[in-house]
Structure formats: C-alpha cells, structure tokens
C-alpha cells in the first residue's frame, strides 16, 4: 500500500510544505512493527504558522461565506470522504493496525459527520428574548475564531468528524494535531477537504509529537478554543495551558463505562453488545463497557456466555480483518499487559481468552482479549481504564449496590442498562453518573446524532449531535433600545 505523497508534511493555508524543524517521526505499521515512511514533525513555528494561517482564513472567503454555502460544501466534502472509504480504510488499516472493516465504519462515520453538520451549518441560530417593551433584543451564535484539535489515534477518523467538522460547521477555522501515530488519514482528509473546495486556512493540519506541536498549540494565545480528547493527564496538562488565555477548553478523556445486567434481561439481546463494546478497536475504545456488572442471579450464565465467546475471539494483522487487531505501538501493548499480568498475580480467575493468530507477525502489537471475573469492585482492574481488551465482570446483588458499583469509579463516560424493567429503566438512566446512558442496547463510539461527553475524570463538555455546536459556538446578546415609537 503506497503512502499518499503528502505523508512527511504539514498542511497550512491550503498547502502543503515541510516542517519548520525539518525533523520527522516514524510511521509505524502496528500488524508487523515495520517503519513504512516518515511524519513530520510540527513544532511551535508550524504552530504559529498554522494559526496565522487560520486567523487569515476568518478574515477572508471562509469567514465571509454564508451558512448554508458552508453547509452545502461541508456535505460536498463529506461526498467526496464517502467515494474514497476504501483508500481511508486501507491506510487507516496499515497506520493504526484496526481491523478493515472497523477501519471503514469509521471513515463511512467521517461521511456522516460531514453530511450531519453540512445540514446544521444554517440551521442553528440564536433567540429573541422578551425585555422591556422598548428594546428588541436577540442573540447571536458566533464561532470561537480559530479552534484547536488535539486528538488520539483510536479513532481519528470520527473524531475528527466529531471535532473539526463541528467547528467548522459553525465557522471556525481549525488547526488540528492529530496523534503521532496516526496522521495518515488527517492528512488525506485535508486533501480530500482542499480538493473539494474547502478555502484555504479553514483547516491546518500540524503533525507532530504532543510534548512539542500539541503543547505549542494548547498554549498558543492566538487559539480560541480547544478541543481536546485524549487521557486524563494530558488533559489536565492541555487546559491548564489554555487557562494562560483563558481559552474555553472541551475535555473527552478517559473511561471505565460500566455495563448493568439485572436477572431479567434478555440475555440474547445482551450478548453481542457486552461482547463488542469491550474488544472493538482491540479495547482501545474511551467508551468501551469494561466492567460488566451482573445480577447474582444470572451470574454464571453470563459469565459462561461471555467465556465462550471471548474464547473464540481471534487476533491478527488488521488487513485479515478478524475480530481485533493489533494494539497501537508496543508501548501500549507493555502498558496492557503489565494490568494482565497485575490481575493474575493478584489471583483474579481469568474465564476466558482469545486467541492470536498463528503466524501473526511477531513484531505486531497483539494482545489476545481477556476475560476476568468474580472482580471486587475496586480491583485496579475495576478502577483504571486498561485501554486493552480487558474485561472485568462484577457480581452484584441488588439495584442499589449495582448503582453504587456503577457510580464507584472516578470516570463517568457511557453505561448500558440491560432490564426489562421500565421503571427501573428510568430510575437507573437518572441515578448514573455518565454522559450517556444506553438501555438495552450499547453504542461505544456510535450516533453521531447523539451528544457525547463525560463527567468527572472523563471530562466535560459535549461533541457529536447538534448540541456541539453550543460548544464550538459563544453567544452574543444584542439589546437595541428603539423606544416604545
Ligand atoms: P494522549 O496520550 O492523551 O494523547 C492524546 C493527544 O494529545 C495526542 O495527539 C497526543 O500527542 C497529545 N499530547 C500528548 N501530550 C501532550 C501535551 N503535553 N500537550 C498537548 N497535547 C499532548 O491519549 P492517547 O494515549 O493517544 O489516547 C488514549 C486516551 O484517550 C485514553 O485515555 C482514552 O480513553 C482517551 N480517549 C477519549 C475519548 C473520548 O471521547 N472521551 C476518545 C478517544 C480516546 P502524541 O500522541 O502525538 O504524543
Ligand atoms: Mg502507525
């Protein structure tokens, strides 16, 4: 698979050029651990070119134009991401190492955003306000001016929808940093995007480390408003940087989403949510249902059917699309195991195992997915978000300890409900800490339509579905007194 000719370079004002440092990152296949080219390397220069850049971009043809020419080319572009899925895919498969069919969910989602916020684009407006009977008054939604992207490599495609395509949506010209280890398709979308007539500046694109580009940009005082998804520590570091501006800061972290199973269930139904929602994208998912919290009296059901799937689970290089691929570098992979290894030594009995491909490359990142159960609630592995396919199952006896359970951990992302009972449906929707609750049913990662964020350690603010655009947007009111006439 030939790497786009744009690979090793930076995007600014609508071109592409060399980084400022002339230094470069490897690019690394996670399947067999080969260096396939080279990144560049942004550093504060890029940075401030970029912004530069952005801020130019907002004074010219993408801040004049008009919203429904925004949205109409928004939904161009995301034509154009939509014809070329396959390429995405297949370099999104070799960079990151995702399975290709999980590999092209996410660039058909990356359509999507851009055909959801193409349609919101001129449909979100502000209000008129009852005053004194002499003043008209109104408010105004404007963009932030230029908005920054730090984003990880789980998922850079949606993300990138989620994030970047919402700001611009709403008229912000964006400088997006995507992970170091996973550009590729950041960068072909900014092609994608300049091709099908995205002005120039409306979007930048500086790879590059987080220590040297992500930091510089996070600081940069000519940024209006960040976005940031990632860990909790780098999170912390990124709005503590912004503070220095006083730039408003969207924060998606971490994860530790808890799944809920009560003894009346439909157990069937349940299944292939519980399994899926722990190992999609090899458990590297900030929504991913790890722990799953069983009612006693289906306890051992569920653990068996979960064993017996879980045990016939198959890893491999991404482009043999089996059910996991590898893990991202090998430095995840260390960190996996060492809380695998941390669950055994502590005795915690492991029911089931996946298995990793014969003949999978030996210098590919690959984990084979676990299954641990009968966890105590506050195990490290019930606590710490693994970022590996690593699922802790819970007994518990009654709603009241499973909400306890469920509300016990310093993360509060996504949980899943699995009852028949619609009063204790409603009950558990209202009593769980989470930014978004699924009953009978778990979207890790899913509906772009739906508003996505966490509380607590996960963080705060919210991405996807219209409500993005009150964070990518600040409100002006107008009071115009005219007398009573
Ligand atoms: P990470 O280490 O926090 O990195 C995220 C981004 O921040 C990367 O682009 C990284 O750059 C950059 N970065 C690193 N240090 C920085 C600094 N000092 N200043 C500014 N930027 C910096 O997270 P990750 O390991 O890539 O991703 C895994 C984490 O993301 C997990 O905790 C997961 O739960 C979370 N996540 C959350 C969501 C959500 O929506 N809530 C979605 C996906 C992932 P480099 O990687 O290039 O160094
Ligand atoms: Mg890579």
């Known amino acids: 698979m030939k790497l786009p000719p744009f690979a090793?370079?930076?995007?600014?004002?609508?071109k592409w050029r060399r980084p400022a440092s002339g230094q470069y990152l490897p690019i690394e296949n996670p399947s067999n651990g080969e260096v396939i080219g080279k990144i560049a390397a942004s550093d504060e220069s890029d940075v401030d070119a970029a912004v530069a850049s952005a801020r130019n971009a907002l004074n010219g043809e993408w801040g004049k134009m008009a919203a429904a020419d925004r949205g109409r080319l928004l939904s161009q572009i995301g034509l154009a991401v939509a014809d070329q899925v396959d390429s995405l895919a297949e370099i999104e498969a070799m960079d990151v190492g995702k399975p290709l069919t999980q590999a092209r969910a996410d660039a058909v989602a990356l359509a999507r955003y851009l055909e959801f916020y193409g349609g919101c684009a001129d449909k979100f407006h502000g209000e008129t306000i009852p005053y004194l009977n002499d003043y008209t008054v109104y408010t105004l939604r404007e963009p932030h001016g230029v908005t920054g992207h730090i984003i990880p490599w789980n998922y850079p495609m949606q993300i990138i929808g989620r994030s970047v395509?919402?700001?611009?949506?709403t008229g912000n010209a964006a400088v997006l940093k995507p992970a170091e280890d996973?550009?590729?398709?950041?960068?072909?979308?900014?092609?994608?995007?300049?091709?099908?007539?995205?002005?120039?500046?409306?979007?930048?694109?500086?790879?590059g480390s987080g220590a040297l580009a992500g930091s510089a940009l996070s600081a940069h005082d000519g940024v209006n408003h960040i976005s940031f998804t990632g860990s909790t520590e780098v999170g912390v570091a990124v709005q503590a940087a912004a503070a220095k501006h006083i730039a408003p800061v969207t924060l998606e972290l971490g994860g530790k989403s808890p799944q809920l199973v009560f003894d009346d269930a439909d157990l069937d139904a349940a299944l292939p949510f519980l399994l899926r929602a722990g190992v999609q994208?090899?458990?590297?998912?900030?929504?991913?249902?790890?722990?799953?919290?069983?009612q006693r009296g289906v306890y051992q059901q569920v653990v068996g059917m979960l064993a017996e799937k879980f045990n016939q689970l198959r890893v491999g290089p991404a482009i043999d699309d089996l059910d996991l691929g590898p893990l991202i570098s090998s430095r995840q992979k260390g960190k996996v195991l060492q809380f695998i290894e941390h669950g055994k030594r502590s005795g915690l009995s492991v029911a089931a195992e996946g298995t990793i491909l014969e003949g999978a490359p030996a210098d590919g990142h690959y984990v084979a997915p676990i299954l641990f159960a009968d966890v105590a609630p506050d195990h490290d592995l019930a606590q710490q978000e693994v970022f590996g396919p690593v699922v802790v199952v819970i007994p518990f006896d009654t709603e009241e300890q499973a909400v306890k359970i469920a509300n016990g951990a310093s993360y509060g992302l996504v949980a899943g409900v699995w009852t028949r009972d619609g009063a204790r449906q409603m009950r558990l929707a209202r009593s769980i800490k989470a930014g978004q609750v699924f009953i009978n049913n778990y979207g890790a990662g899913g509906g772009v339509e739906l508003p996505f964020g966490g509380v607590g350690r996960s963080g705060h603010g919210r991405e996807k579905g219209f409500e993005a655009l009150y964070g990518f947007t600040t409100l002006k009111t107008v009071a115009a007194f005219h007398g009573k006439g």
């Open 8 to 14: 090793s370079q930076v995007f600014i004002n609508g």
């Open 165 to 169: 395509v919402a700001a611009l949506a």
């Open 182 to 207: 996973a550009c590729l398709t950041a960068l072909m979308f900014a092609q994608i995007a300049a091709d099908a007539g995205l002005p120039a500046g409306a979007l930048n694109v500086v790879p």
């Open 281 to 294: 994208n090899a458990g590297q998912t900030c929504s991913a249902g790890s722990r799953v919290l069983v």
